[in-house]
Structure formats: C-alpha cells, structure tokens
C-alpha cells in the first residue's frame, strides 16, 4: 500500500512536469512563427496588390520586395512575429476587390479600407480571422449580402460597412458578435426586420442603422442595452410603437427614427428618462399626443425634431423642431 502511493505521487509529479514542459514549448513556439505562415502573409499582400485596379497616388508602388511587407504602405505587423496585425488603407482613392486569401492573414486584428472605391463581394474567408476586432469597410461600392461568416469574427469591435451597396437581411448568425461596440450599417438595400438578438449586445455604444429598407417593429429588446449612446433608425419602413423600455436608456444622447411609419405618443418623463439627450428625432413619423414638457429636463438637449407628426402643445425654449 505504502509503496504503490508514494508510487503514485512521483507519477503525478513526473506529469506535473510534463506539463510545465508543454507551456514552456509552447510559449518559446509562439515567439517563432513558422517562415511559411509569414511567406504567406506576404503572397496575401502581393494576391490584394493584384485586384487593385485604380490606384491614382501610387500607394501600392510601396509594395515590392526591396523591402519587408512590414513597411509597405499602410501595413502593420506584430513586431516579434511579424505577422499582419492591421491593414489600413482608407481614404487613399483606391478601387479594387477583396480576395478570399484575406482569410490568410490570420494575425489581423484590423482591416480598415474606408472611403475608397472597393466593389464585389466581401468574401466569406474573412470569417477565418478568428483575431479580427475591427472591420470598417465604410464608403466603399461593396455589394451582395452582408457575408454570414464573419460570425467567427467573435472579437470584433467596429463593424462599419456604411455608405454601400449591400442587399439582403442582417444574417441571423451575427448574433454571435455580442462584443460589438459600434454597429453601423447605414445606408445600403438592407431589408428585413431589426433583430431582437442585438439587445444582447451589452457593450454596444453606437447602433445605427440609418437610410435601408428595414421593416417591422422595433424590438422592445434593444430596452437592454444598458450602454448604448447614439442610436438612430432613421429613414427605414419601421412601423409599430417605441417600447418604454428603449425611452428608458438614460445613457442615450442621439435619438433618431426620423422618417418611419411609428406611431404612438412620446412618454410624458422622456426628458427625465433620457436626461443625456442632445438631438431627439421622430420627424415624418405618425406620432400623437403631447411634446412631453419633461424635455426641458434634458439640460443638452439642442435639436427636437417631430415635424410631420400629430404633436400638440408647445416646444421647450430655445429648441428648433
Ligand atoms: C519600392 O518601394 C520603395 C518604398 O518601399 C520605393 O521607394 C520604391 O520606389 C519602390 N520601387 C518601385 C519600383 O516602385
Ligand atoms: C474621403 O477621402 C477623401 C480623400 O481621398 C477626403 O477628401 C474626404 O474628406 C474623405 N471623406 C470622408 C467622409 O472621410
Ligand atoms: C490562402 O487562402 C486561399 C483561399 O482561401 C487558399 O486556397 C490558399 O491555399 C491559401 N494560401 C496559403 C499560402 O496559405
Ligand atoms: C470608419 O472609417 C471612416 C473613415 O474611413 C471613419 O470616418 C469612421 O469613423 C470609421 N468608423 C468607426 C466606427 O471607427
Ligand atoms: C468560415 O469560417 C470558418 C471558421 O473560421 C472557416 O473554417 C471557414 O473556412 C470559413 N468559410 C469560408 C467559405 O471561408
Ligand atoms: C439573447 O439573450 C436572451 C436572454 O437574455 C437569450 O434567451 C437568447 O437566447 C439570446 N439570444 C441569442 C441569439 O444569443
Ligand atoms: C432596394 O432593393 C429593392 C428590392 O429589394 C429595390 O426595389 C430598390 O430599388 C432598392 N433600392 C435602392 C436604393 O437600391
Ligand atoms: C413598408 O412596409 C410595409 C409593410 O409593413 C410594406 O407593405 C411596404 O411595401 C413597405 N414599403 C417599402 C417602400 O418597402
Ligand atoms: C427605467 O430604468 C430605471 C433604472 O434606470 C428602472 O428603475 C425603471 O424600472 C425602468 N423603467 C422601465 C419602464 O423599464
Ligand atoms: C424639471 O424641470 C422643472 C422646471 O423646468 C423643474 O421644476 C423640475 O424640478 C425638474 N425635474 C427634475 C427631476 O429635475
């Protein structure tokens, strides 16, 4: 019996450092990325290169082998591994396509190509960067959906695809991207109905959604987002009533359904339930009943905009409607 105890603990002590053995390996490995995974980061780079057709400042002259990809234009890697952590090429006037290689570059934590002419789809591959934490493809010419894929991207941050061509729902599989902060999708072709799953986002700081082709009612879920600072719906076909529980986010400074199909009447204490307000907006709307006299609460309220509606009563001072 003595024996085969003491036996037992040498066991355990020889796997205990086994163990430590193994972290050990394993974090001297991660400091030496294998030369093939940093090769085909560069063929990655060089594949993009090639799908760029317009490129009147000459950024991608920068991308040729005289020196390291870490020093091409607009290219950022993790010094120690050198991997691609952000590609960042916004505003530079470039057209072009994306290529389902991105899928590759498995280190990125930012692919930022805002306000350029980049058209076609954006691939379903991007749903393999496992690290990615901020998407902005904003005031680009992408069309076709919104890919589903990119509910792998568990990490993301910034999602700001505004200012395209995109079609179809929000896909019900985004509900997996409950990190967002900033959610913005304004104007493409997006149809469908807001879904109530994005009441689960708790971090969510700015949720718009301005100028689709949204439909249906405004999920009384979205009440649980307990953080949220700019919200607008805006310039969709949304009908229904607004739930309290949505008045009710004291966090909210930027209010807007403006041009909808909402009706019912605003709550009597919205000034004193959305104190943070600077802009509160339901113009061209079906709204009735009283301008709640609480706004006069909201201490930086500055714009208060109902026009087309069925208001009654009178404006607090010094606001426009
Ligand atoms: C290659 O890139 C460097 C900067 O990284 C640039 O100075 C040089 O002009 C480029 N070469 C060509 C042929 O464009
Ligand atoms: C887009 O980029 C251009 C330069 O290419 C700049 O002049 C313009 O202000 C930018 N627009 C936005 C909305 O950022
Ligand atoms: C990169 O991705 C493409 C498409 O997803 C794949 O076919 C290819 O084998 C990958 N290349 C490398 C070098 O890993
Ligand atoms: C996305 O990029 C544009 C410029 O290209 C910038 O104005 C905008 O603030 C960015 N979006 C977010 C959420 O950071
Ligand atoms: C979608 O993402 C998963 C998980 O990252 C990945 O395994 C798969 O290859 C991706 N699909 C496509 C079409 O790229
Ligand atoms: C959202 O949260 C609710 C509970 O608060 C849960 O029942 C629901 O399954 C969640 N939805 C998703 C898609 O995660
Ligand atoms: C949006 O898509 C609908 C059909 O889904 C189409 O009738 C409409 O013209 C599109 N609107 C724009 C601005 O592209
Ligand atoms: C708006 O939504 C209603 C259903 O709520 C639908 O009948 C109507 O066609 C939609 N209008 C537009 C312009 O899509
Ligand atoms: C509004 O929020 C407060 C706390 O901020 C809570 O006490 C109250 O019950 C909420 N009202 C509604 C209608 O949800
Ligand atoms: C709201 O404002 C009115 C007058 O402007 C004031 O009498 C009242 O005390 C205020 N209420 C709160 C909760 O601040």
Request: with cysteine.
């Amino acid at each position: 019996m003595k024996h085969s105890c003491l036996n037992s603990k040498w066991i355990l002590f020889i796997f205990f450092h086994g163990i430590l053995l193994l972290f050990m390996s394993s974090s001297f490995q991660s400091a030496r990325i294998p030369t093939s995974a940093i090769e085909s980061d560069r063929l990655t780079l060089l594949d993009l290169k090639k799908r760029i057709s317009e490129d009147p400042l000459q950024i991608m002259s920068s991308w040729n082998d005289s020196t390291h990809f870490c020093n091409w234009f607009g290219v950022t890697c993790n010094p120690s591994t050198k991997r691609v952590i952000i590609l960042n090429l916004q505003a530079q006037r470039l057209a072009g396509t994306l290529t389902p290689s991105m899928g590759n570059l498995t280190y990125l934590t930012g692919i930022i190509l805002g306000n350029n002419s980049f058209y076609g789809e954006i691939p379903q591959e991007l749903g393999r960067l496992g690290r990615l934490q901020n998407l902005n493809l904003s005031r680009n010419s992408f069309g076709g959906n919104l890919p589903s894929n990119l509910s792998h991207c568990t990490q993301l941050r910034v999602l700001d695809v505004v200012y395209n061509k995109l079609v179809g729902q929000i896909p019900e599989q985004f509900s997996s991207l409950s990190k967002l902060v900033y959610l913005r999708l304004d104007a493409n072709n997006l149809t469908g109905s807001i879904p109530a799953w994005i009441g689960n986002f708790s971090s969510l700081f700015v949720l718009s959604l301005i100028q689709n082709n949204l439909q249906g009612s405004i999920p009384s879920e979205l009440g649980r987002l307990s953080g949220l600072g700019f919200f607008s719906l805006a310039m969709n076909n949304l009908s229904g009533t607004i739930s309290s529980l949505i008045y009710n986010i004291s966090s909210i400074y930027h209010f807007s359904v403006i041009q909808n199909q909402l009706h019912g009447s605003l709550p009597p204490d919205v000034g004193l339930t959305l104190p943070n307000l600077e802009l509160f907006a339901g113009g061209v709307n079906s709204f009735t009943g009283p301008i709640p006299v609480s706004l006069s609460n909201a201490s930086r309220l500055k714009e208060l905009k109902f026009s087309y509606n069925d208001l009654t009563g009178t404006v607090p001072q010094n606001l426009a409607i």
